[in-house]
């Protein structure tokens, strides 16, 4: 029944390792994004994909690489962790087209220590 | 993309109507006024979307007046449950969807 679903829900890392957060939606939709929300409660987006390819990518440091496998899955990779990675991160996922709704994911809280 | 101001917050009591307000004074002819939801620790929610004039789900109305200029969220008969952080932002509708979420307004709704 769940609809944007990600893993792990929490995490927690040293700075310097590498980490990855998975997204899966059932919704059968094309476009998936991925949001980070600081500790500031601040929403901001990384990135979107539709149709398994990129379409906005916003000013992200590169250690941060989705990766969408197919339209149903976005990953968030990220490489050598630094203490301002800590943050929720959000998956979501809506129909292509400008207007259509937002589905979110319950989020991944990111702790790097 | 046209930038929104709303209040940073707003208390209520259970059983009261809730109006919050967002102008957006350079908003576009093609933009869409969105509201979204969110409750702590938990991924925001779509609420309601409109152009212009009134939209209603079931959930709330949306208030757009001629100018387009502001537009107000319109709680009933609010419940503790509906406290959370609401975000109004404005989509364009051209290309692919970018949500640019502001501040949000946080409500706090009391017994």
């Known amino acids: 029944d769940t609809a944007v679903s990600q893993t792990p829900k929490y995490l927690v890392t040293q700075m310097g390792n590498d980490k990855s957060i998975k997204c899966e939606q059932n919704l059968g939709h094309d476009t998936m994004y991925w949001y980070k929300q600081d500790s500031k409660k601040f929403l901001k987006i990384m990135f979107s994909?539709?149709?398994?390819?990129?379409?906005i990518n916003e000013t992200v440091p590169n250690r941060f690489s989705p990766k969408s496998p197919d339209k149903a899955h976005l990953n968030l990779h990220i490489n050598s962790l630094e203490l301002g990675d800590s943050a929720v991160y959000f998956c979501?996922?809506?129909?292509?087209?400008?207007?259509?709704?937002?589905?979110f994911g319950p989020g991944t809280r990111l702790t790097v220590t | 993309l046209a930038k929104t101001t709303q209040p940073i917050s707003m208390d209520s009591y259970e059983g009261q109507e809730v109006n919050i307000t967002c102008s957006h004074n350079?908003?576009?002819?093609?933009?869409?006024i969105t509201w979204y939801q969110q409750f702590p620790s938990q991924g925001p929610r779509f609420i309601i979307q409109g152009y212009k004039t009134k939209v209603t789900n079931e959930v709330a109305s949306l208030f757009i007046p001629a100018d387009r200029k502001s537009s107000t969220l319109s709680l009933p008969r609010v419940s503790l449950s509906d406290t959370a952080v609401y975000y109004c932002l404005v989509v364009p509708n051209t290309g692919f969807q970018k949500l640019v979420f502001g501040t949000g307004t946080r409500l706090l709704v009391s017994p």
């Open positions: 994909y539709n149709n398994k390819e990129l379409i």
């Open positions: 350079n908003i576009a002819t093609n933009d869409y």
């Open positions: 979501a996922s809506s129909h292509s087209g400008p207007t259509y709704e937002q589905y």
